[in-house]
């Protein structure tokens, strides 16, 4: 009994390893980014109109609804939360975006990324690793990938900026395919 009692508190402790192996989707908790920061991402990715914006766990919409209302550019979310690729899908909608905007719900994992020419995330660390070989076959020389807080193992970044908003400060990582990896 003590034996099986060992066994099964061994088999809970490297419960999230044996998870991350066999394919554990979800990658990070919603936590929504700061309007602000949203737009300091996108300027540090030098978004423009001729730009497809891929935020990856795109949450409520709002970094990929930025990206089209304030640059212009075009746009899509992919979120693994129906509810929140719902309420995005709302917003869109009542933005009259649809044309510029829109939603995958799905496993960014399983997503194919070759349109980006930017790419948004604020995931975590073992997330970026995770996604990192992805980032690699799909996207193209010059595409920017910008990631909120959490950096690429590996990458060096083509610029790292320190934002504060009130008492938070804010790291946000650029890298660009090409010149960082
Ligand atoms: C920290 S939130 C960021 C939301 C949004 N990008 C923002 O910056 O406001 C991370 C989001 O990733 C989503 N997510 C986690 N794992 C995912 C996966 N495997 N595929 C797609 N979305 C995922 C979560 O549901 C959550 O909405």
């Known amino acids: 009994m003590r034996a099986f009692s060992i066994a099964l508190l061994v088999g809970f402790a490297s419960l999230p390893g044996l998870a991350q192996q066999f394919g554990r989707s979800d990658l990070a908790p919603y936590i929504p980014t ?6 300091r991402m996108l300027e540090a990715g030098r978004v423009k109109p001729s730009d497809v914006v891929y935020d990856l766990g795109s949450g409520d919409g709002r970094i990929v609804i930025t990206a089209a209302q304030k640059f212009g550019a075009r746009a899509v979310g992919v979120e693994i939360r129906p509810d929140l690729c719902r309420i995005a899908q709302q917003r869109i909608k009542a933005l009259g975006l649809e044309e510029r905007v829109s939603m995958i719900q799905g496993n960014v994992l399983h997503v194919d990324l070759r349109p980006a020419t930017v790419v948004t995330m604020f995931l975590m660390t073992s997330s970026n690793e995770r996604l ?3 980032l690699e076959k799909d996207l193209k020389p ?8 959490f950096p690429i193992k590996g990458w060096k970044p083509v610029e790292a900026l320190v934002v504060k908003t009130g008492a938070m400060e804010h790291t946000i990582y650029v890298y660009e395919i090409g010149r960082t990896n």
Request: aromatic share 0%; glycine share 6%; no cysteine.
């Open 34 to 39: 700061p309007q602000i920061i949203v737009e």
């Open 132 to 134: 990192k070989p992805n």
């Open 142 to 149: 010059g595409a920017r990938v910008v990631s909120n807080e």
